[in-house]
C-alpha cells in the first residue's frame, strides 16, 4: 500500500523560503514520476511541479519556474520541493504525488494517482 507523508509546511513572510518534504512507503521514489501540486481556498487544485522516475524531466508551472524546485531522495525514499522567494499568492495546502505506474514520465497530471494528505503553506505579506 503506497503512503505518501508530507512535511516542511508553515508559515513564512514573504521572500523567505520553505522545503518541503515527502516521505513515501510502498513505492521506490526512484521507480515513479513524483510531484508537487496545491490548493488554494477556493480553487482546483493546481499541478507545480513534476519530475519523471529517472529526474531527467522536470516541469513547472510558470509562476513557479525559478523559485521552486523539486528533488528526490533515493536512498531516504523522499521527496522535496525547495520553494524560495514566496509570494502570497503561494498560500495553499500542498500535495504530494506519485505516479500511477513505474517509470512515468510525469507530464500530466492524470499520470498521478496516489496522494498525500497535505501540507499547509501560508505565506504574509
Known amino acids: 500500500q503506497v503512503q505518501l507523508v508530507e512535511s516542511g509546511g508553515g508559515l513564512v513572510q514573504a521572500g523567505g523560503s520553505l522545503r518541503l518534504s515527502c516521505a513515501a512507503s510502498?513505492?521506490?521514489?526512484?521507480?515513479?514520476?513524483m510531484g508537487w501540486f496545491r490548493q488554494a481556498p477556493g480553487k482546483e487544485r493546481e499541478f507545480v511541479a513534476t519530475?519523471?522516475?529517472?529526474?531527467?524531466?522536470?516541469y513547472y508551472r510558470d509562476s513557479v519556474r525559478g523559485r521552486f524546485t523539486i528533488s528526490r531522495d533515493g536512498v531516504n525514499n523522499t521527496v522535496h520541493l525547495q520553494m524560495n522567494r514566496l509570494n502570497p499568492e503561494d498560500t495553499a495546502v500542498y500535495y504530494c504525488?506519485?505516479?500511477?505506474?513505474?517509470?512515468?514520465?510525469?507530464?500530466?497530471?492524470?499520470?498521478?494517482?496516489?496522494w498525500g494528505q497535505g501540507t499547509q503553506v501560508t505565506v504574509s505579506t
Open positions: 504525488a506519485a505516479s500511477r505506474h513505474a517509470y512515468g514520465i510525469g507530464a500530466r497530471t492524470d499520470e498521478f494517482g496516489s
Open positions: 510502498g513505492l521506490s521514489v526512484n521507480r515513479y514520476a
Open positions: 519530475t519523471s522516475w529517472d529526474g531527467r524531466r522536470s
